[in-house]
T-cell receptor
Framework: SQQGEEDPQALSIQEGENATMNCSYKTSINNLQWYRQNSGRGLVHLILIRSNEREKHSGRLRVTLDTSKKSSSLLITASRAADTASYFCATAFLSGNTPLVFGKGTRLSVIA | NAGVMQNPRHLVRRRGQEARLRCSPMKGHSHVYWYRQLPEEGLKFMVYLQKENIIDESGMPKERFSAEFPKEGPSILRIQQVVRGDSAAYFC?????????FGPGTRLTVL
């Protein structure tokens, strides 16, 4: 069964607004990663946060991780039309080379 | 440095035929993963290989599906006697450590 569950399933916002997507998971993890997928394309790695980290930033992206609640959030600030895509969280049970378990994703639409 | 390459990008097969999907990892990467994505779904892990070895195939159906990653050449995911339910996007990822880099995927359509 899927490990991660993203919330909401779909999100539509105006350009310039912030977008927040949440991810919950069920078991202990080593790290959690966020990916973006444009329609019909491959996945692009956005950010990785380890289980001993609480927050991480990369450009307009901010990721938080709460291991006590088994949840993570991805915040995209000052969204642009080019941010329109599906966003997936993926969890890894171990460090290093290990399969990822993906959620079903959040479809973000940023309207210009 | 070329990224992960997959071919073909689109593949159409009739029921009962064989599908062969190829994946060339990034230069220097010896770990390859295959994932399947159904429409409107997330990716589901199928198999993890390291050169010439299958490390974890817990997500791969026991029948009709096989994977290999030979010493030379790309990794190959083979689906024998395809059925309509095999229609999906198949993604390959490679890694050196931790971060996985994904290819563009192969979209398999079974008629």
């Amino acid at each position: 069964s899927q490990q991660g569950e993203e919330d909401p399933q779909a999100l539509s916002i105006q350009e310039g607004e912030n977008a927040t997507m949440n991810c919950s998971y069920k078991t202990s993890i080593n790290n959690l990663q966020w990916y973006r997928q444009n329609s019909g394309r491959g996945l692009v790695h956005l950010i990785l946060i380890r289980s001993n980290e609480r927050e991480k930033h990369s450009g307009r992206l901010r990721v938080t991780l709460d291991t006590s609640k088994k949840s993570s959030s991805l915040l995209i600030t000052a969204s642009r039309a080019a941010d329109t895509a599906s966003y997936f969280c993926a969890t890894a049970f171990l460090s290093g080379n290990t399969p990822l378990v993906f959620g079903k994703g959040t479809r973000l639409s940023v309207i210009a | 440095n070329a990224g992960v390459m997959q071919n073909p990008r689109h593949l159409v097969r009739r029921r009962g035929q064989e599908a062969r999907l190829r994946c060339s990892p990034m230069k220097g990467h010896s770990h390859v993963y295959w994932y399947r994505q159904l429409p409107e779904e997330g990716l589901k892990f199928m198999v993890y290989l390291q050169k010439e070895n299958i490390i974890d195939e817990s997500g791969m159906p026991k029948e009709r599906f096989s994977a290999e990653f030979p010493k030379e050449g790309p990794s190959i995911l083979r689906i024998q006697q395809v059925v309509r339910g095999d229609s999906a996007a198949y993604f390959c990822a490679s890694s050196g450590y931790n971060e996985q880099f994904f290819g563009p995927g192969t979209r398999l359509t079974v008629l």
